[in-house]
């Protein structure tokens, strides 16, 4: 087999970064995208060249319109089978803080839609059951200090 062959032949996946940003009450930032009809992290998919947390701050300045320190790693988790996406998704979930709630937030116009920080349980609402499932893990990862990798996620849309 040549190396061309091999590396046509390897499995791919799509790599996305998150960031999770929450206020004084720990409540959790969520944008809402104007492509899609749930709620999600500021973040998305990591451009050729970059590593995650580069990608995270990236997304954090296009999408929201601030300069935010990408800390701990926080969640990992692997999707696959998702609608109109033709490979599994891995995303990096990054601690990035907590702002006042007042923060001003400029968001991307071509994208988004809104913004706001809701509680846990309000989030459930919001969004799609393993984006949920990631917030969780991610608050929980900030006052453990340990990364989680989730279960795979399968089937649904991008969270």
Not at 14 to 36: Q, W
Request: charged fraction near 25%; charge should be negative.
């Amino acid at each position: 087999m040549s190396v061309d062959d091999f590396w046509s032949s390897v499995h791919r996946v799509v790599t996305g970064a998150g960031a999770y940003i929450t206020d004084e009450r720990g409540r959790a930032l969520l944008v809402k995208p104007n492509y899609r009809d749930h709620w999600s992290f500021t973040g998305g998919i990591i451009d050729e060249g970059e590593h995650p947390a580069q990608a995270c701050a990236r997304e954090i300045g296009e999408e929201i319109g601030l300069d935010l320190p990408v800390g701990q790693l926080l969640t990992v988790q692997w999707s696959h089978n998702l609608a109109h996406i033709p490979y599994a998704l891995v995303n990096f979930m990054f601690d990035c803080g907590t702002i006042p709630a007042d923060t001003p937030i400029r968001l991307q116009a071509e994208e988004l839609d809104d913004y706001g920080f809701f509680s846990h349980e309000e989030a459930k609402d919001l969004m799609i059951d393993f984006a949920h499932d990631r917030l969780l893990a991610a608050a929980r990862a900030r006052q453990t200090g340990e990364l989680v990798y989730l279960p795979p996620a399968e089937g649904g849309l991008i969270g």
